[in-house]
């Protein structure tokens, strides 16, 4: 940028002041700071010490014995066959709810118990499952007293247990997120689609889902990248060294129990490119819909 | 408000309430089991246990050393809200009120840590800490805790400044004020119900955060979310009904700051955060 004549007698401190930068701006720098060293650096750190097993085998010899021993690549379908389903269930069934919820006035007391599981966080949830979901808990017991099973299902110590767990810890994440969502979109545009004579379900195809794909898909970025780093629920309520060997597990147990912090960062490194990966697929999609305002305009 | 009088409509409003009172009723029914068993005496095989008694919070207190750990664990998230505090409501003021170049870039710094899962950055993360020997600290677990509350602060206070008319600041300069006075007199009487809100949300998410502590904590900084976990992984050496008193310890350990919290913002608001703040009032 060069400036013109008459203020090339302007100080240093005004040219910058003139382009953002004084002392309010210098507040910025302990934070970016405290990310760069505390964020930034320790992935760069990870990244690079990936690249440096502790075992022979050239500097790939980490990412080569995780894609080639069955028990490690097999945790990121394990992964994937929890988090996908547990993030389209989450949200094909948050925008239908969240549909309805926008139209209750009173929205605090639904709001606040749905909060209540993402405070108290999986630990407690998966305790609480443990003894609810038992062979000899509530919810066998209710199904048995309507008589809808005869014996108690197994839902505990297995698969289900920690897809039910996600679904109880994520579900309330993706509602609220899709609640925010849906009631930022002006409803004057649903009113004048029906008093065009628009069906509910053509108001919903034609005018809401369009104006909601490019939150949906944000809603379905931040589902699936929490899903996808489940960990203590999978050990605690699943099947830990059998069909819920998540990838978090392979990473946690490469640290603390065989104390190879380079393999562990491999896989931390691993799960962070699949997690990528899923993020841009989905960004991609939505870039195929359409953009653009969510509220009415006159004219 | 659209009217729907169809069946078919009907039926399907029906539905969604069906699921949506079967969900909150079995988030409740998780909640109640942990509260009933931590104060039955024996429960098997029945809807109820027995009798009911308060011994098991006595033991649980006991076993599981809870006074030490409940103190590390307030220590510990006392110290993360006042550091987050400090970091973020200053990153806050100078990104709300200045445009300068490479502004965007700063902010996507300040969103990868609460866009990327804790899991994943605390493994190197534990490993870096290690390496300068503050792992397994009481400051080790702070810093690991500091990364993703520092930019929660940041981005719920950005919009809450913004809200602020200049002009104040401006007049408060005229007359005299310098940076530090127009902090203490003008801005922060106006920005505490903000930063109260965002800073028990930074609370209830460190007393509750269980990743980042359990990659980071030594054996003396451990809290309680960790050793709740730690004791029902190895369920079947204490009784359940005393891992269960424990977890409502934690619980009502959590809950308190989250209702304080509830007073000033909005449930959606700690999901979706300060740039959705927008929307709900």
Redesign the interface.
């Known amino acids: 940028m060069t400036s013109s004549t008459p203020q090339d007698t302007t100080s240093l401190r005004q040219k910058l002041a003139l382009r953002g930068i004084d002392g309010v701006t210098l507040l910025v720098l302990p934070s970016v700071l405290f990310v760069l060293a505390i964020f930034i650096y320790p992935f760069i750190y990870g990244l690079l010490l990936s690249f440096a097993p502790i075992r022979e085998g050239g500097m790939f010899a980490n990412y080569i014995t995780f894609f080639s021993d069955p028990y490690l690549y097999n945790t990121i379908a394990a992964t994937l066959r929890l988090a996908v389903p547990v993030t389209l269930l989450s949200v094909f069934v948050a925008v239908p709810v969240a549909m309805r919820v926008r139209l209750v006035r009173r929205q605090r007391l639904l709001t606040t118990l749905l909060v209540l599981p993402i405070t108290l966080g999986t630990v407690l949830v998966a305790q609480g499952m443990l003894n609810y979901l038992g062979p000899q808990g509530w919810f066998s017991r209710s199904l048995m007293l309507l008589h809808i099973i005869s014996s108690p299902l197994k839902l505990t110590n297995n698969y289900w247990g920690v897809f039910l767990s996600l679904i109880i810890t994520v579900f309330p994440f993706t509602f609220l997120l899709t609640l925010s969502y849906v009631t930022g979109i002006d409803p004057g545009l649903e009113k004048a689609a029906a008093t065009h004579g628009a069906s509910a379900w053509q108001r919903f195809r034609h005018v809401m889902l369009p104006l909601l794909v490019p939150g949906l898909a944000i809603a379905f970025c931040l589902t699936f990248v929490q899903a996808f780093a489940v960990f203590p629920s999978a050990v605690l309520l699943g099947a830990p060294s059998g069909p819920t060997r998540v990838i978090s597990i392979a990473a946690a147990q490469a640290a603390f129990e065989q104390y190879d912090f380079t393999m562990a960062s491999a896989i931390a490194m691993i799960m962070g490119v699949v997690q990528l990966c899923i993020v841009l697929i989905v960004l991609v999609v939505r870039n195929l819909f359409y953009r653009g305002a969510t509220s009415g305009g006159k004219g | 408000?659209?009217r729907?009088t169809t069946i078919g409509?009907k039926l399907?409003?029906t539905a969604?309430?069906a699921?949506?009172i079967f969900?909150?009723l079995?988030?409740?029914?998780?909640?109640a089991?942990?509260i009933v068993?931590s104060l039955g005496t024996r429960w098997?095989?029945t809807?109820l246990p027995n009798a009911f008694t308060l011994n098991w919070y006595a033991s649980a207190w006991q076993e599981f050393q809870l006074g030490p750990v409940l103190f590390v664990t307030f220590q510990i998230a006392f110290t993360v809200v006042a550091l987050s505090g400090l970091?973020?409501v200053?990153?806050a003021?100078?990104?709300a009120?200045?445009?300068?170049?490479g502004?965007k870039l700063?902010m996507f710094?300040?969103l990868?840590?609460l866009?990327?899962?804790?899991?994943?950055?605390g493994?190197?993360?534990?490993?870096?800490l290690?390496q300068f020997n503050v792992g397994g600290t009481f400051w080790g677990v702070v810093?690991?805790n500091?990364?993703p509350t520092?930019?929660f602060v940041?981005l719920v206070m950005i919009p809450f400044i913004e809200q602020i008319d200049p002009k104040v600041e401006a007049a408060a300069r005229v007359f005299g004020a310098g940076?530090f006075k127009l902090f203490v007199h003008v801005l922060m009487p106006m920005l505490i119900p903000g930063i109260l809100a965002s800073l028990l949300l930074v609370l209830?998410r460190t007393v509750?955060?269980?990743?980042l502590t359990?990659?980071t904590a030594g054996p003396t900084s451990q809290t309680l979310?960790v050793s709740?976990?730690y004791a029902?992984?190895a369920?079947g050496v204490r009784a359940?009904q005393s891992?269960?008193a424990m977890?409502v310890i934690?619980?009502v350990s959590?809950?308190v700051w989250?209702l304080v919290a509830?007073r000033f913002v909005?449930?959606?608001q700690?999901?979706?955060r300060g740039n959705?703040s927008s929307?709900?009032h």
């Open positions: 408000m659209i729907d409509a399907w409003i969604v309430w699921i949506t969900f909150v079995n988030v409740l029914a998780i909640i089991t942990v068993s098997l095989g809807w970091l973020g200053t990153a003021y100078a990104m009120r200045r445009d300068f170049p502004k700063v710094l300040f990868l840590p866009l990327v899962p804790p899991i994943t950055f493994i190197p993360l534990a490993t870096v290690y810093l690991a500091l990364v520092v930019p940041i940076t209830v509750a955060m269980f990743e359990f990659l979310v709740l976990y029902v992984f369920s359940v891992i269960d977890a934690y619980m959590t809950l989250l509830l909005n449930p959606t700690i999901v979706a959705q929307n709900a």
